[in-house]
């Protein structure tokens, strides 16, 4: 059964740093694409960061761009998301994905399992 956990999550004061982690309990972890999408409430769901199955590639939606940092370890199945200069606009409910086509870019991301999500709150 295929598992995504985050952890990480909590409140944090507008221009701080929080890191986010997320195990993944995929036997095959290195051909999966990782992701990451928010939710703020009231919102659509947002994709917002990913990285190969290579770690070679990277993608960031502009609103995180320069802020946030993604990068995986193989042989721990995790994938973790350093987020800093955080502002009230990063709150939300913070979300793990794999994406697990051949040859799908990164900008171009479909989740095929997700995580439960965990909540990031940015006070001003």
């Known amino acids: 059964q295929v598992q995504l956990v985050e952890s990480g999550g909590g409140l944090v004061q507008a221009g701080g740093s929080l890191s986010l982690s997320c195990i993944a309990s995929?036997?095959?972890?290195?051909?999966?694409?990782m992701g990451w999408f928010r939710q703020a409430p009231g919102n659509e769901g947002e994709f917002f960061a990913a990285?190969?199955?290579?770690?070679?590639?990277?993608y960031y939606a502009n609103p995180v761009k320069g802020r946030f940092t993604f990068s995986r370890d193989y042989a721990k199945n995790t994938v973790d998301l350093q987020m800093n200069s955080l502002n009230p606009e990063d709150t939300g409910v913070y979300y793990c994905?794999?994406?697990?086509?051949?040859?799908?870019?990164?900008?171009?991301?479909?989740?095929?399992?997700w995580g439960q999500g965990t909540q990031v709150t940015v006070s001003s």
């Open positions: 995929l036997r095959t972890f290195s051909t999966y694409n």
């Open positions: 994905a794999a994406d697990g086509r051949l040859g799908a870019s990164v900008s171009n991301y479909r989740a095929d399992y």
């Open positions: 990285v190969s199955r290579t770690g070679a590639l990277t």
